[in-house]
């Protein structure tokens, strides 16, 4: 307990409440994030505003590059979310520095909600360190199929036509005692490996397809773009609510939450 004040001899007690201080930073009507949150972006932000800000209780550094903005045109809560044009030359993306919060471990879950306004031709890079080989990406193909994987590795892939374009979709990608679950939605889905066969949920061994356990990294953490091998891929579309947590915060099906984290 802390004295706060005294009026006419009347001393006030009040207790020191560190998540109050934290909190002091979230946007009005955000609850404060749990201590397994290692980061979180919201948007409900200004048209075209390029500040970002990570509302975990970490803090870290965000960087908009290129034409990485809030944008009004879709909004999942709020007023906007965070939109990204598609332009490999313009590479937009978010970046934030180097953490051991992003070599990702053994218990972990990342979770967003994205928007896809267009597929490419190839392929479009949207949230991971993936530069170097043994880096881990999340991508989408031309074949509507998510990858997370890393470079130079297999990696886990869900089924063709898994999204779409012109709608949110909730997916959650988490891992632990060395069971990984794909979530699309809130249900756990198909998912391959190698050469694409396998179950909603897919036990990875001590092996080097085993993407969940990259070599150590310095690279950045990339939302929006990435590049791979030399070319960099930009996602066309929009996200909001991305989350990375050090738990597996699903054990079953679920429904996505209907308010920001």
């Known amino acids: 307990f802390y004295p706060c004040c005294s ?6 007690m009040g207790v020191l409440n560190e998540n109050a201080i934290i909190g002091a930073s979230q946007p009005s009507g955000y609850s404060v994030p749990d201590e397994n949150t290692l980061l979180l972006i919201h948007s409900d932000d200004d048209d075209d505003s390029t500040s970002f800000t990570d509302t975990s209780q970490t803090g870290h550094t965000i960087t908009a590059n290129g034409a990485a903005k809030h944008d009004t045109a879709q909004a ?9 044009d598609g332009a490999s030359a313009g590479a937009d993306y978010l970046s934030i520095p180097d953490h051991d919060h992003w070599d990702i471990g053994d ?5 967003y909600w994205i928007y896809f306004t267009s597929f490419p031709d190839a392929y479009m890079h949207y949230l991971g360190r993936a530069t170097t080989t043994n880096t881990w990406s999340h991508y989408i193909s031309s074949t ?9 590795y297999t990696g886990i892939d869900s089924a ?12 959650a990608i988490q891992k632990t005692g060395g069971l990984t679950r794909f979530f699309k939605n809130g249900t756990a889905t198909t998912m391959y490996w190698g050469a694409h066969s396998g179950a909603d949920a897919y036990t990875i061994g001590a092996t080097s397809a085993d993407w969940w356990s990259p070599a150590t990294s310095s690279n950045p953490l990339h939302i929006g773009g990435g590049a791979s091998f030399g070319t960099f891929y930009s996602l066309n579309g ?11 915060r ?3 099906n679920f429904t996505p939450e209907t308010a920001p984290y």
């Not at 009026?7 to 006030?12: A, D, K, M, T, V």
């Not at 929009?238 to 597996?248: G, K, L, P, T």
Request: proline content about 2%; hydrophobic content about 40%.
């Open 76 to 84: 999942k809560f709020g007023g906007s979310s965070i939109g990204f």
């Open 7 to 12: 009026f006419s001899g009347l001393i006030i």
């Open 160 to 171: 063709a036509d898994y999204v779409t374009t012109g709608s949110w979709i909730h997916i």
């Open 238 to 248: 929009y996200m909001d609510e991305i989350r990375i947590s050090n738990v597996a």
């Open 144 to 152: 509507e199929r998510i990858h997370v994987g890393r470079l130079g």
């Open 107 to 111: 218990n972990f879950t990342i979770d």
């Open 250 to 252: 699903y054990p079953s």
